[in-house]
């Protein structure tokens, strides 16, 4: 039948073609007749071995399930019910409790530091505030802010160090919103990241290094040649003012933030000779007479002095957007400097609509 249709098909070619060719052609159809027939034969032992193969799993499934039960016989002692009492136990009680995490992440006291309303005791115990030096360094001024003794050492009473730093953002607040400049400082090894963050925060001037003996009290010589230039409400630079700034005094801090007082005591002094009002972190072994506004706490430790700056900086930072919001408003926070401009014919802006103020660079 195969060779048939063959003739039939390609019968014209195949007579064009010589006689030894007809056999190639004879051969090639025999050879798929053969390869037909192989592949019938292969496809029924598949058959067979599937059939075999299902016959095997269906005489295995009941001889696992036998298992199974016999398995679940042999425990009459009562663990497999115990076992399942304590999972729904589980299932029962595991919303109640806390989630215990971890709460200390260094960086996070620079990134993102505590407001003065997360102050808490629990904070500044954790951050190690409490702890004072021994009872043979001692200031006797400090007796109102140490709890106890504990080996030798005294301990801040953490409820004065929360009321008092509280205190502090309040006034930093106050001082930023009117618009004055405040100074942080802290020149202790690792204080910089904090310091530089808090002045950012409160849009004020940081100080990580050596004070300069003198910046405040003989500022004309030392900081002479300091630019300052003129802004407004709105934080913008106020051109016309260069010749009158030139003759003007250099500019002094209308708040300081010392965290570190034993090592800036020049520092601190200076304000005083000023009457430029003073923020700094008092231990057991320094006089707190130094500053305005002292904050009894531990100032060797570099967790408990971040956890200070970033509220001071947070305050600072929450009066620069009450005074921003009032300006937009209209109402200026602040009494604005008389100063003669040369560009405006000599006409001097004393009005009470006047809403200059300088700034540093």
């Known amino acids: 039948m195969i060779i048939r249709n063959t003739f039939l098909r390609q019968g014209c070619r195949i007579a064009t073609i010589p006689a ?14 053969s390869i037909e027939s192989s592949l019938d034969n292969s496809l029924k032992e598949t058959k067979s071995i599937e059939s075999e193969i299902q016959k095997q799993t269906d005489q295995l499934v009941p001889q696992i399930d036998s298992q199974t039960h016999a398995s679940l016989n042999l425990l009459k002692d009562g663990t497999a019910q ?28 620079v990134t993102r530091p505590p407001s003065p309303s997360d102050i ?11 702890l004072g030096h021994k009872t043979s360094h001692w200031h006797p001024m400090n007796s109102r802010y140490i709890f106890g003794i ?34 942080f400082v802290g020149t202790r090894p690792g204080q910089e990241r904090c310091v530089v963050k808090a ?38 630079n106020v051109p016309g003012y260069e010749n009158e700034l030139k003759d003007h005094p250099v500019l002094k801090p209308d708040l300081v933030v010392c965290l570190n007082p034993l090592e800036n005591w020049v520092l601190l002094h200076e304000c005083g000779l000023n009457a430029i009002p003073t923020i700094g972190i008092i231990d057991t072994d320094a006089d707190p007479t130094w500053v305005t506004y002292p904050i009894p706490a531990n100032d060797d430790s570099l967790r408990c002095v971040q956890v200070i700056a970033g509220a001071l ?25 008389p100063l003669t401009s040369a560009s405006k014919g000599g006409k001097s802006r004393t009005g009470g609509n006047t809403t200059d103020r300088y700034g540093s660079q």
């Open 313 to 337: 900086g947070r305050a600072g930072e929450e009066g620069q957007r009450n005074r921003s919001e009032k300006a937009m408003a209209g109402n200026v926070t602040y009494t604005p400097t």
């Open 20 to 33: 030894r060719q007809w056999t190639r052609c004879l051969a090639t159809e025999v050879d798929l007749e």
């Open 82 to 109: 115990e076992h399942n009492k304590l999972q729904r136990h589980r299932k029962r009680t595991n919303a109640l409790g806390s989630n215990i995490a971890p709460h200390y992440q260094p960086h996070t006291l």
């Open 120 to 130: 808490t005791l629990e904070l500044l115990l954790a951050s190690q505030a409490h």
């Open 199 to 236: 002045a950012e925060m409160a849009k004020g001037c940081h100080l990580f290094e050596r004070w300069t003996p003198g910046s405040i009290t003989n500022g004309v010589r030392l900081l002479g040649r300091c630019k300052t230039k003129v802004v407004d409400e709105f934080d913008q």
């Open 150 to 183: 504990r080996q030798g050492i005294h301990i801040i009473s953490l409820e004065v160090t929360a009321a008092h730093l509280r205190r502090a953002c309040r006034v930093v607040s106050g001082v930023a919103e009117r618009g004055g400049l405040i100074l």
